[in-house]
């Protein structure tokens, strides 16, 4: 399924900007982009930022109202009051910190303060976002923000009410940071060189998840009349510079950043293909009909509310992975290198625990043209270090989470037909990935000789790392047998039946398991592990969530239960037993809870669905439809859990679709409940797939009949060929539960 790349270098007012390959007709007529609210997430633990980002790029410039502790991991807290100023990158919806790159906080009044004496309230009242632009006023220096951005660089735009010592603040010290020591020790290194009087460049390098080298050219519309650089604490050595200009009450003052992670020559050229003028509003409607045309390529019909959290969704989808090449494609590896992507452009954030689940077969279908670029970078990453990416972060690892989820993300694009990469260079990734043992996840010699991580050999997660590690070997077990290498393919196919290893039949629940194949005790199937920095043998998860964790081959999953009645029994017990959350690892992470059904965190992603290989369809009709309704809402708190880099938001995005991939690198649909009156997919060859429910209600949650182009479908399942060929999918729904899908023949 190879698509054709986006075209690049458009000429529009003076910028330079990406237009995606789909169709744009729908986009000029209708606008999408009203039905996002950039605030879903921005409350609790969701983690999101509201402020401005292009598709797929490497800035997001967004408010900062916070720095230090999970809790401000994009750095922004809707409850909060104050805001601290503006960083240029964030990530969305993670659970770990990083990025958050040059602060910069308009001031008026008194130039040297203390570093925390910089920030303003702001009413609520007048902060605003849309995609692509952020707005607000802030009350202490009486200053209206706007921002907007483009693939490398961000727009400021500034108009000073008052103009007292009209001055911005530049912190280079500022990141993210777990605790407050770390927050004024984790930069390494910091240049920085006024090049004119407009025009600040600089290097900066610092440690928080991964080591960060990014390199930036700030550019004003007016001259910097004076400077001066405020005291640094003894462990900093990141710059803070107080900026003051020449305005009257009225005045605007511009600021464009651009970043590279090669060189300030690469931040000037990216910003000199992006932005080389100071048309804040060119760039703000350019970005926003990119986000426009990427939006119309589904459309829904549905209540504003409805609407509102599948576009948002559909958008927090789309702020990563992100293109961190510059315009150039030169970028830093791995190892530090400065080399040019393959194919020209290199991705990075990959939050492949939590992504590969829906997020990537989400682009698969949606955004199929990107597909073959995020393969690329992940055996280019994979090919530096010697194992493809476990959390890719600005070309790094940073060994977060488990599992090898790269493996799938390349056998399930294989797998649907795109082939824009060297499959042989790819599976060569791929088996030494899973063969040859690699930094603190994956020990093969162990793995092999128990056919389990043994609880008492390895340091924490065995049971989940032994089942996300049994899911590759089958995902490169499939991509070898289409490929021919049927030694290879036996080999893992053999690993992939290693989670029968860890099920006790006694407790029907994936144990933990000793060397000496005993089962280790006391066993409580509620208590939580977390990760290896706090313990336990599951990761962000227990064993009721964790013995579902068999996406690859669920019939073999039912067959160790005993068959099909105690495992309905035990899938049953799921929901309805207590969602006391047990053990010393109880966390944030582990959230929207019915019953032990966990819906904030990944690994029960896939489980509403396992109704559907037993005959009770109805139940995933009806699961969906309660989770649907339950976990999403168009409110800050809107979200049960992290966003995850556009995992929670995939989630929604198709099962309110009506279907979901159980296994990603199965390339069949589960139906679940389609929350819309009707869909339409704009597919890229110019076909449209809809899905279309009759009677649909919020009481009739029930299928009676399906039709696939007319022809009665019988099953609750269909396949990815059948949404690419284009078509009709209709559902006659009712408000009880029917006899449809139940496969008689068993």
């Not at 927050?183 to 610092?206: I, K, P």
């Amino acid at each position: 399924m190879k698509r054709k790349s986006p075209v690049m270098a458009v000429a529009l007012a003076g910028l330079f900007m990406y237009t995606s390959c789909f169709p744009t007709e729908q986009a000029e007529t209708k606008d999408y982009t009203q039905y996002v609210n950039t605030f879903i997430g921005a409350a609790d633990n969701g983690h999101t930022f509201p402020g401005a980002c292009y598709p797929f790029g490497m800035i997001q410039t967004s408010p900062v109202t916070g720095a230090v502790g999970w809790r401000y991991c994009s750095e922004y807290t809707y409850q909060d009051s104050l805001i601290w100023g503006f960083t240029q990158t964030h990530l969305n919806g993670t659970g770990c910190m990083d990025l958050g790159d040059i602060l910069v906080m308009p001031v008026t009044g008194t130039r040297a303060r203390a570093w925390d004496a910089y920030r303003s309230h702001f009413p609520k009242d007048k902060e605003a976002a849309t995609p692509g632009y952020y707005t607000v006023e802030l009350s202490d220096p009486q200053v209206k923000a706007e921002l907007t951005a483009s693939i490398h660089a961000a727009l400021h735009r500034y108009t000073y009410h008052k103009a007292d010592s009209a001055s911005l603040l530049i912190d280079l010290q500022h990141g993210p940071a777990w605790r407050e020591e770390q927050y004024h020790s984790q930069v390494n290194s910091c240049e920085v060189n006024w090049e004119d009087a407009q025009t600040l460049t600089g290097h900066v390098n610092n440690t928080v998840w991964v080591d960060q080298d990014y390199f930036f050219v700030m550019k004003f519309n007016r001259p910097v009349i004076d400077s001066l650089y405020l005291p640094m604490g003894e462990t900093e050595k990141g710059k803070r510079i107080i900026a003051t200009f020449d305005l009257k009450p009225g005045d605007e003052l511009m600021m464009k950043v651009a970043l590279s992670t090669t060189s300030v020559e690469g931040a000037k050229k990216n910003l000199q293909a992006e932005i080389p003028d100071w048309n804040f509003d060119g760039v703000k409607l350019a970005t926003h009909d990119e986000w426009n045309s990427y939006l119309s390529r589904i459309d829904v019909e549905g209540t504003d509310d409805e609407k509102t959290n599948f576009y948002t969704c559909f958008y927090h989808a789309l702020i990563q992975p992100n293109q961190i090449s510059d315009v150039d494609g030169m970028y830093r590896n791995a190892a530090d290198s400065i080399v040019k992507a393959g194919t020209g452009t290199f991705y990075s954030t990959f939050s492949l625990w939590d992504t590969y689940r829906a997020a990537h077969p989400f682009y698969t279908l949606i955004i199929p043209e990107r597909v073959d670029g995020f393969v690329n970078s992940l055996i280019e990453q994979g090919e530096v270090q010697g194992f493809l990416p476990i959390w890719a972060l600005w070309g790094k690892e940073n060994y977060c989470m488990i599992g090898n989820h790269g493996v799938s993300v390349i056998a399930e694009a294989y797998r649907k037909g795109f082939r824009g990469f060297d499959a042989e260079r790819a599976f060569n990734i791929i088996k030494k990935t899973q063969t040859v043992s690699h930094p603190l996840k994956s020990n093969w010699e162990v793995y092999t000789k128990y056919g389990y991580f043994p609880t008492d050999l390895i340091k924490a997660e065995s049971v989940s790392s032994t089942l996300e590690s049994v899911y590759d070997d089958y995902a490169a077990a499939d991509m070898a047998r289409r490929m021919g290498k049927e030694e290879d393919a036996a080999y893992f196919a053999k690993r992939a039946d290693y989670y029968k290893n860890l099920f006790d039949t006694e407790t029907q629940f994936m144990r933990p398991r000793k060397a000496d194949g005993t089962w280790k005790a006391p066993f409580n199937p509620s208590a939580l592990g977390h990760s290896e920095s706090i313990g336990g043998d599951y990761t962000e998860g227990n064993a009721w969530q964790y013995t579902w964790h068999v996406q690859h081959d669920v019939p073999g999953l039912i067959r160790l239960f005993g068959g099909e009645k105690p495992f309905l029994n035990k899938l049953d017990s799921l929901f309805t037993v207590s969602s006391k959350l047990e053990g010393e690892s109880v966390s944030s992470d582990i959230s929207g809870l019915i019953g032990q059904y966990a819906h904030g965190n990944e690994p029960s992603h896939h489980i509403l669905h396992m109704y559907n290989y037993i005959d009770q369809p109805w139940k995933t009709q009806a699961l969906v439809d309660s989770v649907l309704h339950s976990q999403y809402f168009n409110a800050p708190a809107g979200i049960s859990g992290n966003e995850d880099c556009g995992q929670m938001s995939a989630w929604y995005i198709l099962n309110s679709m009506g279907f979901y991939q159980v296994c990603p690198g199965k390339p069949v649909y589960s139906i679940g409940r389609p929350l819309f009156d009707e869909t339409t997919i704009n597919l890229s060859d110019g076909k449209t797939f809809t899905i279309r429910t009759n009677n649909n209600s919020s009481e009739n949650k029930y299928i009676q009949a399906a039709r696939l182009n007319g022809n009665p479908l019988t099953e609750p399942f269909f396949t990815h060929e059948d949404i690419v060929a284009g078509g009709i999918l209709e559902f006659d729904m009712g408000s009880t539960p029917s006899k449809w899908g139940i496969n008689s023949n068993r």
